[in-house]
């Protein structure tokens, strides 16, 4: 059985939201590697929190 719908909306929870942040950040950005890495493409991502905290990733390729 598959997982149920979710509604995509502001989370009001701000430790809940938090935590989705998280894990939704660590999830793109080694989705981005993967593509990187898979289709040796160039990939940059950049992510900013709330807070304006800036993550990001950016692939090279290796000659």
Known sequence: ?????????RIDNST???VTFSKRRSGLLKKAKELAILCDAEVGVMVF???????DFASSRSF
Do not use: D, E, F, P
């Open 1 to 9: 059985m598959g997982r149920g719908k979710i509604v995509i909306r």
């Open 49 to 55: 929190s709330s807070t304006g905290k800036l993550y």
């Open 16 to 18: 809940s939201r938090q």
